[in-house]
């Protein structure tokens, strides 16, 4: 293959060269002209700056080494390794390097001088276009915090614009209209000292006050809406319009951490918002009229999912959206039973487990639901809600949402049952920790509130907390996480899987981010904390004495980049199992932070051990 | 076979200094030298007796490597090829696209004009090249020589560890500063893989902006 005379061909650097987008789409010309006009050298702390600055500029391209880009202020753009290029901002605009490189790992830089970079660029198109769209995407995730994120994503405080109005309750009616006129805001909160009583809208006045010939001289409690729905500050605008639309109401109270209010969200503030796709999804299917509608707009869902997981930057919120659009389903198609077959006999509510509980639901989750009711209810006043459980899972399924193949629906009577009922099972499973209970307390331990009556749902948290700390318990389940081990041998190598057609895989879901689920758990149980979600879990955390600070994040890390890549891997598919990553097609960087997590979690797996079950295995 | 054993070699090398290492431009910056970087494939490992069968050089000029300036040159005029091509691959087909050694000889000569010559095992490839001047006529010296061989034994031994002879392989040298491994064995891949190495070498000493040549002898 070796050429020989003047023209000497380096036919290592050719192939590395000639492999690398955009150079791999164009003719083996350009590959043979990027080399030959080519400079190496060795980056090292030492000399980054020396070889960045010099007069000339180049396109830089990193065959050996890590090297993180940091920007004027400080903060890492990028992490560069093998097959990245930098420098060509500077090539495009002709402007000064404003960034640096910081060495990770020193090692061999290919430079291009402008001058071959122009003529690369006169030459090929498709090499222009290339850097010309790198360029863009640059400029925009370095200005990602202010410009680019998506709306949804945004957090309530930065759209909140008007400071909290606010009233004592023993302020009469008119005081508060005077207040509300004064602001010039449709609606005012009532607080006492500090903490959110209620809420007095424009519609209150109307409604309370005037239409029903109320003394405009009585106290303001005595029309207010006790106990608002709220939002805190920290929460996504998404979460609001959810709220918003979910109990159609339009005026929403922000509070901060210390549930001191802040402000208000109103339904105007958000109408600008509102012309995106999933909340329009939300609002439709919360308005669906007949189960045939739910169903043609549930298959937008995966469109949708598909088209907003490439915007979103935080890759959880995925799962989110695809939590929250079923929440919708089920409450609508409890809705359109009740139409149909009369209202329910008595109060219920509906829970679900796993995936959905823990809002990182995928397009390949299965339902696990399942309805609680009073304790009260008549045995003959059980047919109806066994009806409702088997309406709403069958018209699921139709929506896309595959049936639980463990049977965890509410069509399947262990699945239903009053309060009593529910915790007496939790009971069971707590005191007789059998595999199978074990297996029960993964799934139904992650368990969240969708709609219905939900002083019920409370109920069943305020009995199971009163259940107590079992340390047999906690020890089987401390001994159950351990069985499970992550795919990393001794020697720091990947352990593969074989499916049928022998190509080797990682299953990022059962060995990786399922491990995790578990870990935090068990110490969320440990620590009584309610939510299902597990970065929510991780973060309440951060007040127990359970698990240090650095342990936390270093979870929070590995969950969020074990979750990019199974996101990554489920829409890329590239004919593997689902949830499942073949480890060479990741750069090396990412290998070896796929290591290194696989690692942090092993630690954390022994370190729960240690603490729950005393090292008894 | 006095040049299989460069264990012995080096021992002895204090006294066997050629003139220019004792004057040549030792006290200039790294930085201001231009080396060329040199990979010979040869017939066997004696000069007296065997025969060089392909060159390859490739130039280093203000710490960074020159990839356009490589050159890469077979010697048709070999003439006795017998084993060799077990290590290196090349055939008489192969040669006879080739240049006469005189040829390719006076190109290195000019490419070392002036320069310091670099290789892995730098007395064998030397031993080959002085003879070849010798009978041309060539008057051309480099100025220096490195060896990147030599650097790495005595940085391992600085580190006090004992150096086995395998540990000093090229591939095994590169191995320890990362670098990737060469799929292709030429004189040319074997050239560039030396000048790399030595990039390598240079920069974990410390700054290349203050390091004087003769910290590399």
């Known amino acids: ?617 | 076979m006095f040049l299989s054993l460069p264990e012995e070699v080096y021992n002895t090398m204090r006294w066997k200094l050629p003139w220019f290492f004792k004057h040549g431009k030792s006290q200039d910056l790294w930085l201001d030298t231009e080396l060329v970087v040199v990979d010979l494939e040869l017939t066997g490992l004696d000069a007296a007796e065997h025969e060089v069968v392909s060159v390859a050089w490739v130039m280093i000029k203000r710490g960074k490597i020159v990839l356009a300036e490589s050159r890469y040159m077979l010697n048709r005029s070999v003439q006795h090829l017998s084993q060799s091509p077990v290590f290196h691959g090349i055939d008489e087909t192969q040669l006879e696209q080739g240049h006469d050694i005189e040829v390719i000889m006076s190109e290195l000569a000019k490419a070392l004009e002036g320069r310091v010559l670099v290789c892995h095992n730098i007395l064998l490839d030397w031993s080959f090249i002085k003879k070849a001047f010798l009978e041309m006529g060539i008057v051309t010296r480099p100025t220096q020589m490195l060896d990147t061989l030599k650097i790495e034994k005595s940085r391992l031994l600085r580190q006090h560890q004992a150096v086995i002879q395998d540990q000093l392989r090229l591939p095994v040298c590169r191995a320890r500063y990362g670098l990737p491994n060469y799929q292709n064995h030429n004189a040319l891949s074997d050239a560039l893989a030396t000048a790399e190495l030595l990039l390598a070498q240079v920069n974990h000493f410390d700054s290349e902006k203050h390091i004087k040549l003769s910290a590399l002898l």
């Open chain 1, 1 to 617: 293959m070796t050429q020989t005379g003047m023209t000497a061909e380096l036919q290592d650097v050719l192939n590395f060269v000639s492999k690398q987008s955009p150079l791999n789409e164009l003719p083996s010309a350009s590959a043979h002209y990027f080399v030959n006009h080519s400079e190496m050298v060795y980056l090292t702390a030492h000399n980054q700056a020396d070889a960045l600055q010099g007069e000339e500029k180049y396109l830089y391209l990193v065959r050996t080494g890590i090297f993180d880009l940091v920007d004027v202020s400080g903060e890492v753009i990028t992490r560069l390794s093998t097959g990245d290029y930098f420098g060509y901002p500077s090539l495009l605009t002709g402007e000064e390097i404003q960034s640096h490189l910081e060495v990770q790992s020193p090692g061999l830089i290919l430079m291009l001088p402008q001058i071959s970079f122009d003529f690369l660029r006169r030459e090929y198109k498709v090499f222009e276009q290339h850097f010309v769209k790198a360029h863009k995407k640059r400029l925009l995730s370095s200005h990602y915090q202010e410009r680019s994120k998506g709306w949804s994503e945004r957090k309530i405080s930065k759209l909140m614009t008007k400071s909290a109005v606010v009233i004592e309750p023993s302020a009469t009616i008119v005081e508060a209209a005077k207040v509300m006129q004064v602001e010039g805001v449709s609606s005012v909160m009532i607080t006492e000292n500090e903490r959110l009583k209620g809420v007095v809208t424009d519609r209150d006045l109307r409604n309370r006050v005037l239409a029903s010939e109320l003394n405009p001289e009585m106290p303001v409690s005595s029309i207010m809406t006790p106990e608002p729905k709220f939002i805190f500050e920290n929460n996504r605008v998404f979460s609001a319009l959810h709220l918003m639309l979910k109990h159609n109401i339009h005026h929403l109270p922000v509070l901060n951490e210390e549930r001191v209010p802040l402000g208000m969200v109103t339904s105007t503030d958000l109408l600008r918002l509102q012309n995106s796709d999933p909340v329009q999804l939300i609002g439709q299917l919360y308005k669906a009229s007949s189960t045939q509608e739910l169903k043609l707009l549930a298959k937008e869902i995966p469109v949708l999912l598909r088209s907003f997981s490439n915007t979103v930057e935080d890759i959880s919120f995925v799962g989110t959206l695809l939590s929250g659009l079923t929440d919708a389903l089920m409450s609508r198609l409890t809705e359109l039973f009740a139409k149909q077959h009369g209202k329910a006999p008595c109060s219920f509510s509906w829970i679900c487990f796993g995936s959905q509980a823990r809002e990182e639901q995928t397009l390949d989750s299965d339902q696990d639901n399942g309805l609680i009711f009073c304790n009260d209810i008549k045995p003959a006043e059980r047919a109806y809600f066994a009806s409702l459980g088997e309406f709403v899972t069958s018209h699921l399924v139709e929506c896309g949402i595959r049936a639980c193949p463990g049977n965890i629906m509410a069509s399947n009577e262990h699945c239903r049952g009053t309060v009593d009922e529910w915790t007496a099972r939790f009971h069971n499973w707590m005191t007789a920790p059998t595999p199978q209970a074990m297996l029960n307390c993964k799934i139904f331990f992650d368990r969240r509130y969708i709609c219905g009556d939900q002083s019920l749902y409370q109920d069943l948290n305020v009995q199971l907390g009163e259940i107590g700390q079992q340390e047999l318990f906690f020890a089987a389940m401390a001994t159950d996480i351990s069985t499970n081990s992550v795919p990393i041998g001794l020697f720091q190598q990947f352990k593969l899987q074989r499916s049928k057609d022998k190509s080797k895989y990682l299953d990022l879901k059962t060995r990786g981010v399922a491990i995790i689920n578990d870990l935090v758990r068990i110490y969320a149980l440990k620590c009584g904390i309610s939510k299902a979600n597990t970065q929510a879990r991780l973060k309440a955390l951060k007040d127990h004495m359970q698990l240090s600070k650095r342990d936390i994040y270093n979870l929070q890390d590995c969950w969020r980049f074990l979750t990019q890549l199974r996101l990554r891997s489920q829409i890329e598919q590239h004919q593997l199992p689902a949830n499942c990553i073949n480890p060479e097609t990741l750069s090396s960087m990412e290998r070896h932070q796929l290591k290194e997590a696989f690692h942090l979690i092993k630690q954390a797996q022994q370190a729960c051990v240690f603490k729950f079950a005393r090292g008894s295995l």
